[in-house]
């Protein structure tokens, strides 16, 4: 990390994110009706996805930051497919403001992130005898500003 002089004469660190680790978790995939669900069918199944975001302090610069997706793939009631996973990064989070801290841990990191967690799902669900799940890019700065708004509601309705 190099200091930088930032014009009125003192040094301030530059911002910098680095991934120190990424690691699978947790990874779980059911096919609770095979081999009968790996039959052809006539439409594709209704496939529902969630996604979370955590992060977690390991020291003053370095955080740990946990993906969730959850793939659950029905027909009727019936579940076809089932894939969970939980893939996480350690990153090192140097040299931002303050305010800065959250929307680069839920916004920046979980971005970073993405892309291994979709390849490890894509993989699962072919693997279990299924096309492979390509999951569509996430917006997590829409989901950041969704959970603020979720949690300012939520303070609100506390102080009323």
């Known amino acids: 990390m190099a200091d930088e002089n930032n014009g009125n ?76 996973l939980v893939y996480g990064g350690v990153f090192r989070v140097a040299g931002f403001p303050q305010e800065h801290m959250l929307p680069v841990l839920f916004i920046e990191c979980p971005r970073m992130l993405f892309p291994f967690a979709r390849q490890i799902i894509a993989e699962v669900t072919r693997n279990g005898g299924f096309p492979p799940l390509m999951i569509d890019p996430i917006d997590f700065a829409q989901m950041f500003a969704q959970r603020v708004a979720e949690e300012q509601a939520r303070a609100k309705v506390q102080t009323n």
């Open 9 to 84: 004469g003192s040094n301030t660190a530059s911002p910098s994110l680095t991934i120190l680790a990424q690691y699978t978790k947790d990874l779980s995939f059911e096919n609770p009706g095979a081999p009968r669900s790996l039959q052809a069918r006539d439409k594709a199944p209704a496939i529902n996805i969630s996604v979370n975001v955590n992060a977690n302090p390991l020291s003053d610069t370095d955080f740990d930051v946990v993906l969730s997706l959850n793939a659950e793939a029905k027909e009727g009631d019936k579940t076809v497919f089932h894939a969970e």
